[in-house]
């Protein structure tokens, strides 16, 4: 078998191996495997990736005594990144067995078989046709990208400069006041410098106002800080406070044989014995069952993205209409050409207008015999 005709077989026994072992014996996979091994040229390299397990009749097939000539590489999923770089590019036939899901992402990066097989255009070679239906495309793309790549790399390399909040006495300083959920955030009410600060509010944490400061869990405003970049003033609208105003107790599942259970096992002891977990506990879920539903979540709808999709109609439309044209005038040609071409047959010539002969080639509505009575005469 040459290169060209590359053979990519996948056999992932995953979860239904126990239905092919019924439908189809494994010896007559294996058998059936050594023999498209044995039978391509030794010339062409073939690589094997599976996942070993002992005694199956996969690994009896690897070291089978007829594969001396073929070129092969066993390996399995935890394999070291580094023998990417050796693997073949081209390989003639890819055995895989096992959770493939989990190494089909590392070794199918180095794999040509693995890659897309979408035609790469090259506009210099490509044809008329071709180059009408890809440069409006080209062109559109181009706009795309000019038109927000200036305004991203302004707001990377020249942003601006804000006063920056970072404890509680700025704060207070700044007089800015603190909106809140006091059922959430009950321990607040009592606190000796936020007290007279608060503002009670249900607002999302994804719906601030730009005025007041929230009371967010320090994750999540790592996360949602990015949604309040102000682009006219060029500064962000929220900063995340250096101070913590509390912390909490985070509980992990953790399965009975974790490596976790002896490290955090005097922790655990330590909070149930002391009750803290129980007290803890209750107050979540009495917290839980207040919280108000929010009813400020905002939808991205079709209408938000009218302008990118007239922008990519208007591409399209006009490559579908060089293509029409295209293809009506190549019809046209086709099939006018050998009309025009009898019309100027059959003209007289001027030779014949002198001499007052209605001459008439053959073929332009008289037959030879009758041209020829016309000439004689």
């Not at 990736?49 to 690897?62: H, N, P």
């Not at 985070?250 to 002891?269: N, T």
């Amino acid at each position: 078998m040459d290169r060209s005709g590359r053979v990519v077989i996948l056999l992932t026994v995953i979860f239904c191996r126990t239905v092919l072992t019924k439908i189809v014996p494994s010896n007559e996979i294996a058998e059936a495997t050594v023999k498209h091994l044995a039978s391509i040229e030794s010339g062409v390299p073939r690589v094997v990736f599976y996942k070993l397990y002992g005694g199956d009749s996969l690994d009896e097939t690897i070291r089978s005594p007829q594969l001396e000539h073929v070129s092969r590489l066993v390996i399995s999923c935890g394999f070291d990144t580094g023998i990417i770089g050796h693997l073949p590019l081209e390989p003639t036939l890819i055995v895989m067995q096992g959770e493939v899901i989990w190494c089909i992402n590392q070794i199918g990066k180095s794999l040509q078989a693995f890659k897309s097989s979408t035609k790469e255009y090259d506009l210099h070679v490509a044809t008329r046709r071709e180059k009408l239906i890809l440069f409006p495309m080209v062109v559109l793309m181009f706009f795309i990208t000019n038109a927000y790549s200036t305004i991203l790399i302004s707001l990377l390399i020249d942003r601006p400069a804000n006063y920056p909040i970072l404890t509680l006495e700025n704060l207070v300083e700044s007089g800015v006041r603190i909106k809140t959920n006091q059922r959430t955030y009950r321990y607040l009410r009592k606190h000796h410098i936020l007290g007279d600060l608060l503002v009670v509010s249900n607002e999302s944490v994804f719906n601030m106002d730009l005025e007041h400061a929230h009371v967010v869990v320090r994750e999540t405003a790592e996360h949602v800080l990015p949604m309040y970049y102000d682009s006219t003033n060029r500064m962000f609208r929220y900063n995340i406070m250096d101070q913590t105003l509390n912390m909490a107790i985070y509980m992990f599942r953790l399965s009975r044989r974790s490596d976790l259970l002896e490290v955090l096992q005097f922790v655990c002891h330590a909070l149930i014995e002391s009750g803290i977990r129980d007290v803890f506990k209750s107050k979540v879920d009495h917290f839980a069952r207040q919280l108000p539903t929010d009813e400020n979540d905002e939808e991205l709808h079709f209408a938000d993205l009218t302008l990118p999709w007239m922008a990519l109609l208007c591409g399209l439309s006009g490559a579908g209409a060089a293509l029409v044209v295209e293809l009506v005038l190549s019809w046209a040609l086709a099939h006018w050409r050998p009309i025009v071409k009898r019309l100027k047959f059959c003209l007289r010539s001027p030779q014949a207008k002198t001499a007052g002969v209605n001459h008439l080639q053959p073929g332009c509505g008289q037959s030879t015999e009758e041209v020829g009575s016309d000439l004689s005469f």
